[in-house]
């Protein structure tokens, strides 16, 4: 079997190249610009010469492929990040964290598919890198990212064997220049702050802040289902299906696909194509039903 390492690299590239079109298209829907992508040469990974450029506030996307990762680094004097990327809102997060997870399914073979996926604003990329630990025998393969601005250079480096550690500390480089420039008024402030209770006490900002039987519950596997389309069907026209019997659907092939976990509807979406793989873009949350109990009024007894 073929090492997570310099040994991939071949089986990166061919992953690459076979599903370039897809990651542009990933790449153009987050960051709301047209991109194209070309897949350069990969090779082995010299950190004390190839990362010296890399010392760069940008993004980083990490790509946990069981116990390793691969690390997707884009500066931002590239002129492709979005100008809100190092304080994303919430459909923001909701971009970077589709960017990526299309990212682990079209850049890296399937013997090496990410699982696992995570994105964040760092101030130097090249110290993610090597907070993350290097293997053995690392690699690297650079992605020309063609946008409105020219060509501008991607690096892909694996494996990284401490991918937990890689992203912890990587300030965005906004929260690092206002960190370095304190203001003279600060300690007062946070002296004020200090004594009133915080906006948003009560609400969870962070799966972290969560209590542990809480957080415990996010591991929980639940089986998730697209629904194509669905009829009733009498119990004589079923007996009568065979091989080459066609059932027609009362569904037109551009009506968008119900999500559903646990036979609750949760989300619409699309159907796409990412790599050889069949996949749905979610379009739309569906909120649960609101239910309501009525209450008797209870007779006033005098």
């Not at 992508?37 to 940008?58: I, M, R, Y």
């Not at 604003?121 to 293997?135: E, P, Y």
């Not at 990412?274 to 209870?298: H, Q």
Request: glycine letters at 8%; a negative charge; one cysteine or more.
């Amino acid at each position: 079997m073929t090492a997570f390492n310099s040994e991939a690299v071949a089986l990166v590239k061919a992953a690459s190249e076979a599903t370039a079109v897809e990651a542009a298209d990933a790449f153009s829907r987050a960051f709301d610009k047209k991109i194209q992508l070309h897949v350069g040469e990969g090779s082995p990974l010299d950190p004390s010469t190839d990362l010296g450029n890399w010392s760069k506030a940008g993004l980083a996307i990490l790509l946990n492929v069981e116990s390793e990762a691969a690390l997707l680094m884009i500066t931002e004097e590239s002129g492709l990040l979005p100008s809100w990327y190092s304080s994303p809102d919430p459909t923001g997060e909701s971009k970077l964290a589709t960017l990526a997870q299309e990212l682990g399914m079209t850049l890296l073979p399937e013997e090496f598919m990410a699982m696992e996926f995570e994105v964040k604003a760092a101030a130097d990329l090249g110290s993610v890198c090597l907070h993350g630990i290097l293997g053995e025998s690392p690699a690297k393969m650079p992605i020309q990212l063609e946008g409105e601005h020219g060509q501008q250079e991607a690096l892909l480096v694996w494996p990284l064997t401490q991918p937990k550690s890689a992203l912890v500390g990587a300030a965005a480089p906004v929260a690092e220049e206002n960190e370095r420039q304190p203001s003279a008024e600060a300690p007062a402030a946070s002296k004020a702050q200090s004594s009133q209770p915080p906006a948003g006490r009560g609400r969870i900002s962070d799966f972290k802040e969560l209590p542990g039987y809480c957080r415990s519950l996010l591991h929980i596997e639940v089986p998730i289902r697209v629904i194509l389309a669905e009829k009733k069907m009498k119990v004589h026209d079923i007996v009568n299906i065979g091989i080459g019997s066609i059932i027609q659907f009362d569904k037109s092939c551009e009506d968008t696909l119900d999500v559903e976990i646990g036979r609750q509807k949760i989300a619409e979406g699309e159907a796409v194509k990412v790599g050889d793989k069949f996949g749905v873009r979610v379009t739309n949350i569906t909120m649960p039903e609101e239910r309501y109990i009525a209450l008797k009024a209870r007779k006033r007894v005098r």
